[in-house]
Antibody, heavy 118, light 106 residues
Framework: QVQLVQSGAEVKKPGASVKVSCKAS????????LNWVRQAPGQGLEWMGW????????SYEQKFQGRVTMTTDTSTGTAYMELRSLRSDDTAVYYC???????????WGRGTLVTVSS | SYELTQPPSVSVSPGQTASITCSGD??????ACWYQQKPGQSPLLVIY???KRPSGIPERFSGSNSGNTATLTISGTQALDEADYYC?????????FGGGTKLTVL
């Protein structure tokens, strides 16, 4: 069965960086991409970007351009999302979700809570 | 930037039909999908490519998409359908979510 296992909760100070991992199993990793979606406390879903696990192509939401980097490691079937220059409004649960570009997010990880606080 | 608009809340009585709309410019020209999210849980795909149901999603969930509006319909709504629902589409290569609709079954 398809599983996306995310790394544990993080607490960071403003200005720091965070790197969240998402380990995939139960399917051929390079046949799909990974989306990253975040959800601030009590708020809706916000799409951050997508990466192809096949060739590393990326598409980032414009508001995160220059501050986010998405990568994959095909040897371990793991995707990573790094967000830099953290601010308090980056406090959110960060989800990875499997999907092909322009199509649905069909499987989701359980989320990683990132708290940004001084 | 492209926007999807949903009503903040919808109420329905058990056994009745709930309809949740999602509006966006020429949304009917794109694929729309819908996610259900219950408190403390990850989103769950319930409708994709406008009308398709993933395996395991009850038949009471259906979708449509035409013009500027996509609609999620839940027939014979049950108490366990109470959740937040989000529509999603793609604008070129950028994913866009609607603001979400809280479905209350009362």
């Amino acid at each position: 069965q398809v599983q996306l296992v995310q790394s544990g909760a993080e607490v960071k100070k403003p200005g720091a960086s965070v790197k969240v991992s998402c380990k995939a199993s139960g399917y051929t990793f390079t046949n799909y991409g990974l989306n990253w979606v975040r959800q601030a406390p009590g708020q809706g879903l916000e799409w951050m970007g997508w990466i192809s696990a096949y060739n590393g192509d990326t598409s980032y939401e414009q508001k995160f351009q220059g501050r986010v980097t998405m990568t994959t490691d095909t040897s371990t079937g793991t995707a990573y999302m790094e967000l830099r220059s953290l601010r308090s409004d980056d406090t959110a649960v960060y989800y990875c979700a499997r999907g092909k570009l322009h199509l649905e997010h069909d499987y989701w990880g359980r989320g990683t809570l990132v708290t940004v606080s001084s | 930037s492209y926007e999807l608009t949903q009503p903040p809340s919808v109420s329905v009585s058990p056994g009745q039909t709930a309809s949740i709309t999602c509006s966006g410019d020429k949304l009917g020209d794109k694929y729309a999908c819908w996610y259900q999210q219950k408190p403390g849980q990850s989103p769950l795909l319930v409708i994709y490519q406008d009308t398709k149901r993933p395996s395991g999603i009850p038949e009471r969930f259906s979708g449509s998409n035409s013009g500027n509006t996509a609609t999620l319909t839940i027939s014979g709504t049950q108490a366990l359908d109470e959740a937040d629902y989000y529509c999603q589409a793609w604008d070129t290569s950028t994913g866009v979510f609607g603001g979400g609709t809280k479905l209350t079954v009362l």
